[in-house]
């Protein structure tokens, strides 16, 4: 995933509520593959480039609202993005809160690059999105997120399921990995169990994992869950402790710390009055 730069409009929101939306301009060629844990959205204005996804290459076209997801190992290909557009990242806990038709869960987290056909709206839909992004009006973000779980359905009933499409013994072992990270951060998980459901020892594990991804299975693992505790503490009123639990923290201490390293130095209680967003009118 591009990160922002000098040719990148970049917002506040990230590490606030879990998502980011941004305006992404010539942002070149990425020099290694890498994995975030998160569902990323392209949505290229003009020009092209093409992600090496998985083991495979799949090209990213102008006016097409394109998903991937990003804990699959991907890079860019030669000479990289060309073209200005806007890009959002979506936390995984909460996408797979959504119950998408078409098994567009399932189909990418198999590694598949989903693009829908063009569509004249999506323009200027994405642009309001980062607008509202921008907002400190918490009414224009709760809409924000109504309206991408929207797109997202209109995206899965257009594209039904490839059957040509490689599962994930084709995307690599990493890839395999993160699938099952996906399917599983809110049960007990060990590195071991992660290694073996994989094939891998887990010292070889550890040493790919951080090679190809950037980051540590564990913390991996720990954006996941706080990024789903994120979510229930601004759309639920379920006591910290549950969250804690239900996001697959064994109990509150490692919740409170993995929380305050991840969401901002934030506490939960803060987080969630800050941030709560209020029942519609």
């Known amino acids: 995933m591009p990160r922002p730069s000098a040719h990148v409009t970049a917002t506040r929101h990230e590490s606030e509520l879990g998502f ?17 844990p998160d569902i990323e959205v392209n949505f290229l204005f003009e020009g092209g480039f093409s992600y090496l996804h998985g083991g495979a290459v799949a090209p990213v076209e102008a006016g097409r609202f394109t998903v991937l997801w990003g804990g699959v190992p991907h890079q860019t290909v030669a000479p990289g993005i060309v073209g200005t557009g806007i890009w959002i990242t979506l936390p995984l806990a909460w996408f797979l809160q959504w119950q998408l038709p078409h098994g567009l869960q399932d189909r990418l987290l198999r590694g598949e690059v989903v693009s829908a056909g063009p569509d004249p709206s999506d323009r200027a839909l994405l642009e309001r999105w980062l607008e509202d992004a921008n907002s400190r009006i918490p009414g224009r973000r709760r809409v924000l997120l109504l309206e991408m779980e929207a797109r997202f359905h209109r995206l899965a009933l257009a594209t039904p399921r490839h059957r040509s499409h ?28 992660i290694a073996a459901d994989a094939g891998l020892h887990p010292k070889y594990l550890m040493r790919v994992f951080k090679k190809q991804c950037g980051v540590s299975v564990w913390e991996y693992v720990t954006r996941l869950r706080v990024s789903h505790a994120q979510r229930l503490l601004i759309t639920t009123d379920t006591k910290v402790v549950d969250v804690a639990l239900e996001s697959g923290f064994a109990s509150v201490a490692p919740f409170y710390q993995a929380f305050h390293t991840y969401a901002n130095h934030e506490r939960p209680l803060a987080y969630r009055r800050k941030h709560r967003l209020p029942a519609p009118a």
């Open 20 to 36: 980011h939306v941004w305006r992404m301009r010539n942002a070149g060629n990425m020099s290694a593959p890498h994995t975030h």
């Open 166 to 193: 490689a599962g994930p013994e084709g995307a690599g072992q990493i890839a395999r990995v993160t699938r099952y990270i996906a399917e599983h951060y809110r049960e007990p998980l060990t590195v071991p169990a």
